[in-house]
């Protein structure tokens, strides 16, 4: 089916082609916009998000100092507390000890938790809190001696180890301090690299996304122009195909009314293109079966239906508006656009009637050819019967001749000759009986359980003769082990004895044959019979087993025969559900022809 088109519906298309350009920069434009702006955007967002970070760990330095001051203020209160009580005794200043004492412990513990993130701040937090462990413990061992005032030893020994405490927590804030300078350093970097993104997007990613932007538009309205061109062009060059070509073109919308015919769609429905524009399709294009007379379904419907490919059926006709009656073919397709949608259908037809002439013509010839064809196999059939008949008392008078005791034994071997001849006869007429008898589908088996190699052996003594005259050694390979199958034995013997009898005739005097069995592996039966003789083209192997066929050889023909044991051979086989083939290297090289029986249960 051409892909053919209204000039109504190209103008369609040409606004989907539009659309289809300006969506294709449309998609420019937006990369465009994401590269310009994206792409300036993400890193601005990193860059923030690296500045957050950074004031975020500012914020975290900062309380960790102030949690420092707090364990050193906590520190400082219960000093001052113990030594109020020594110089006055009064229960009062216990009160900042006490409290003191209860709360330097969970502040210790914040301490630890805010710098765990760092492992040297860890380690030196945990010096504090050793350093302070042992200021307390010498604290609290001073205020229970009875509650006096401490000596000057106890006094230095505790203001040491307060100093300690104290130098320990001084190094943990240096430390923390130091990372917040660090810290606000970053911080005021990732401002400064901010400040220039913005910089930079203002001073080149704006600008360049406005050149950008103006080159698509530039692009679009080239690309708009050339195509709309090249559809217009395309319309023009589809108009001049239309009405140049030789088959019948109607074209309809998506509701099946026409849009288009082209001159010899014209002629044929005896419409003007002006005239049948908008009519439906029924009103134009009328068909009828011409059998039946019966009103055939209009293809476009079924197309618009079914939005499928479809062709009328057989005997349609075609009645012109001024009743012209033509016998008709055509095929009808959618037109779809480029989501699927269909736009109208396009249909091709043309006058049928010197090809339905000439498919009734060869109809009768070809009834008469098989008319002619079964009064052949009649008269083979027949023939072979009338043949083989006169033959049959002919065989016996000939056989009682050779038998005589007074026949002189000079006409013995003439004798004897004469009923080689008279058998070759009958074999070649029971041949044209069996070809018939197939041909007519009148092979019938008869199918027993029997020994496959005892009816190898027979069939092989049935030859022997043959073999023994040309000094042809017969060599039996049974190596089967199963040996009873399900068999027609005489039909059987007959493959056997056709592939051997083809084998010695093409055997040069004083070779072999070889007739093996084995099973096939999953159980069948596979029969090999071969032969070192003339061999068989490659090109041959194919066409063996054709009736009156032997080969391309010219001498081959000297060998005797019609051809036709193989074909026999091949049908018995088939019949009994398996399969022959012939394998062959060429000529001179002999032959081998395989028989493979397939396992019961496969049968």
Not at 412 to 418: D, K, R, T
Not at 537 to 545: A, D, H, K, N, V
Request: charge should be negative; glycine fraction near 6%; proline fraction near 4%.
């Amino acid at each position: 089916m051409p892909n053919l088109t209204s000039p109504a519906t190209l103008r369609e298309q040409a606004a989907l082609l539009d659309r289809h350009i300006f969506h294709q920069s449309l998609r420019s434009a937006t990369r465009a916009v994401m590269i310009g702006l994206g792409v300036p955007s993400l890193a601005l967002l990193g860059m923030i998000f690296i500045l957050l970070r950074a004031s975020a760990w500012v914020e975290h330095t900062d309380a960790v100092i102030a949690q420092a001051h707090e364990v050193e203020t906590t520190m400082l209160a219960m000093q001052a507390g113990s030594r109020g009580f020594w110089l006055t005794h009064e229960e009062a200043f216990l009160a900042p000890y006490t409290e003191g004492e209860e709360a330097l412990e969970g502040r210790l513990k914040g301490l630890q938790n805010l710098v765990s993130d760092n492992p040297s701040q860890t380690a030196q937090a945990g010096k504090v809190e050793a350093a302070l462990h042992e200021w307390r413990s010498r604290l609290a061992a001073s205020m229970a001696e009875e509650r006096t005032a401490p000596t000057s030893l106890q006094l230095e020994a505790s203001a040491a180890l307060s100093a300690r405490a104290r130098q320990e927590l001084k190094t943990f804030v240096n430390e923390e301090e130091r990372l917040r300078d660090e810290r606000v350093r970053r911080v005021k970097w990732s401002v400064a690299v901010l400040f220039a993104t913005l910089g930079g997007v203002a001073l080149v990613g704006i600008p360049w996304l406005t050149l950008r932007l103006k080159s698509l538009l530039r692009k679009l309205n080239a690309t708009y122009s050339t195509s709309l061109s090249a559809v217009h062009r395309r319309a023009d060059e589809l108009h001049v195909t239309l009405n140049s070509i030789g088959d019948a073109v109607l074209a309809t919308d998506s509701t099946g009314r026409v849009e288009f015919l082209n001159p010899v769609a014209e002629e044929m429905t005896g419409w003007t293109n002006a005239e049948a524009q908008g009519k439906p399709l029924e009103a134009v294009f009328v068909i009828f079966n011409e059998e039946t007379g019966a009103t055939t379904e209009n293809p476009v419907a079924r197309v618009l239906r079914e939005n499928v490919v479809v062709g009328l059926a057989n005997h349609t006709v075609l009645r012109s508006r001024q009743g012209v009656e033509v016998a008709i073919e055509d095929s009808a397709a959618p037109i779809r656009d480029e989501a699927g949608k269909v736009l109208g259908v396009i249909l091709v037809f043309h006058d049928a009637s010197a090809s339905r002439e000439a498919v009734r013509l060869l109809g009768i010839a070809k009834k008469k050819a098989d008319e002619a064809n079964r009064s052949k196999d009649a008269l083979l059939a027949t023939l072979s019967h009338e043949l083989r008949t006169p033959l049959t008392p002919v065989l016996f008078a000939v056989e009682f001749i050779r038998s005589h005791p007074e026949l002189p034994a000079e006409l013995l071997e003439e004798v004897a000759m004469i009923k080689r001849n008279i058998q070759v006869e009958v074999r070649l007429i029971d041949d044209l009986l069996d070809i018939s008898k197939i041909i007519q589908g009148k092979l019938f088996l008869e199918l027993e359980r029997r020994d496959i190699h005892d009816l190898i052996v027979l069939a092989m003594e049935m030859v022997r003769p043959q073999a023994v005259e040309k000094k042809i050694e017969l060599v039996c390979e049974c190596e089967a082990s199963k040996r009873e199958w399900r068999v027609d034995p005489a039909r059987f013997q007959q493959v056997i004895w056709n592939l051997l009898r083809n084998a010695i005739k093409f055997s040069p005097d004083g070779g072999s044959i070889q007739v093996i069995t084995r099973e096939k592996e999953g159980g069948g039966l596979r029969i090999e019979v071969i032969d070192h003789g003339i061999g068989i083209q490659p090109e041959m192997l194919g066409r063996i087993f054709q009736p009156f066929d032997q080969g391309e050889l010219r001498e081959n023909h000297r060998y005797g025969g019609m051809g036709l044991g193989l074909a026999i051979s091949k049908a018995v086989v088939e019949a009994h559900g398996a399969t022959i083939r012939a394998v062959s290297e060429g000529l001179g090289r002999g032959a081998q022809f395989i028989v493979e029986w397939p396992a019961p249960d496969a049968k």
